[in-house]
Nanobody, 117 residues
Framework: QVQLVESGGGLVQAGGSLRLSCAAS????????MGWYRQAPGKQRELVAA???????TYADSVKGRFTISRDNAKDTVYLQMSSLKPEDTAVYYC???????????WGKGTLVTVSS
């Protein structure tokens, strides 16, 4: 089992910045993909950004140039630096880790990000 704990959400004005963190603990294997998803009210959960254990990132078009994903493998932690936030970025942000070798993935409980206009 793997436990994911997110932190860093909150209320911010449009144009502001926030940094989310997600720390993994438990039965962690080195080859994985860690990512951030978000779910706004009434909408489906969507991928925001993901990063492989080798450091290759992927971003949703809607956040390219504004968000940066990074990870610290020594701390089993993934970060999401969010800048130039927009009201449409308001959502619950979920951390996810995928272990392709084993075909399993885990989710955090989510952290709320609210961007006021």
């Amino acid at each position: 089992q793997v436990q994911l704990v997110e932190s860093g959400g909150g209320l911010v004005q449009a144009g502001g910045s926030l940094r989310l963190s997600c720390a993994a603990s438990g039965s962690i294997f080195s080859i994985n993909v860690m990512g951030w998803y978000r779910q706004a009210p009434g909408k489906q959960r969507e991928l925001v950004a993901a990063i492989t254990s080798g450091g290759s990132p992927t971003y949703a078009d809607s956040v390219k140039g504004r968000f940066t994903i990074s990870r610290d493998n020594a701390k089993d932690t993934v970060y999401l630096q969010m800048s130039s936030l927009k009201p449409e970025d308001t959502a619950v942000y979920y951390c996810n880790v995928v272990y392709p070798t084993y075909g399993v993935n885990y989710w955090g409980k989510g952290t709320l990000v609210t961007v006021s206009s």
